[in-house]
């Protein structure tokens, strides 16, 4: 069983815990969904760290309580994450380096709200590497959990960019560095690269590339995590 397949049933599990707590006025429901909450905290934490490492999930249970919320806005969905694939008149990718993990990937970050999500694709950009972009076309939409980028869950929207100015500056707290690469001159560590990399690349050649997104796995609740496929043809 991989850690990766365990986080998806910890994250669901907490996920439909907390929908319940915000919607149930039963006090034998809400207990019954606390210690759900209980038994999701020990498998992500005996994931991260071992069985032993259960007799710690004290925290992460009182983190997700704290984060209940009341009726609607207390239904628990996937975060919202836009990524920009901004290629250049060289058919060079923009990516960077983040501060925190030293790991490579295209400029991405947390859909803000009053925003639409080309206008943040935009934005973010811009604070990451000092690029002005014009967003070109939405090319994946991708699961975050699914594919191990995160331990959070949330969906990427993935827009095709085109560099229209600027230079390249990276942002001095989130970016370690920020550069242009070819295909064939890829950094290490790259994020997720054998998943978009060549969809990405295609894109930015021009090619009619349908939107990549992750396909239903056979059986949904038990199917290999690592399965990779996509939307495109």
Request: a negative charge; charged letters at 25%; proline letters at 6%.
């Amino acid at each position: 069983m991989s850690t990766r397949q365990l986080l998806r049933w910890s994250q669901s599990l907490a996920a439909i815990a907390r929908t319940g707590l915000g919607f149930t006025q039963s006090l034998y429901e809400q207990e019954r969904f606390e210690e759900i909450l209980r038994v999701a905290a020990d498998i992500q934490v005996a994931a991260d760290q071992g069985a032993d490492g259960a007799e710690d999930a004290g925290p992460l249970v009182e983190e997700w309580l704290g984060s209940v919320g009341q009726g609607i806005p207390g239904y628990v969905t996937p975060k919202t994450a836009v990524g920009a694939a901004v290629g250049n008149d060289r058919g060079e990718l923009l990516l960077i380096q983040r501060a925190d993990s030293g790991v490579w990937l295209y400029p991405t970050g947390w859909a803000d709200v009053g925003y639409s999500a080309a206008e943040v694709v935009v934005k973010e950009v811009h604070e990451e590497t000092g690029i002005d972009v014009e967003p070109v076309r939405l090319i994946a939409v991708l699961d975050g959990l699914r594919l191990g980028f995160t331990r959070m869950p949330f969906y990427s929207l993935v827009f095709q960019c085109r560099a229209v100015g600027g230079n390249l500056r990276p942002h001095p707290l989130e970016c370690a560095d920020v550069g242009w690469f070819s295909a064939d001159h890829l950094p290490h560590p790259l994020a997720g690269a054998e998943m978009w990399g060549e969809h990405v690349f295609r894109a930015l050649r021009g090619e009619p590339v349908e939107v990549l997104f992750d396909r239903p796995r056979r059986p949904m609740w038990r199917g290999d995590p690592d399965q990779v496929s996509g939307g495109d043809t």
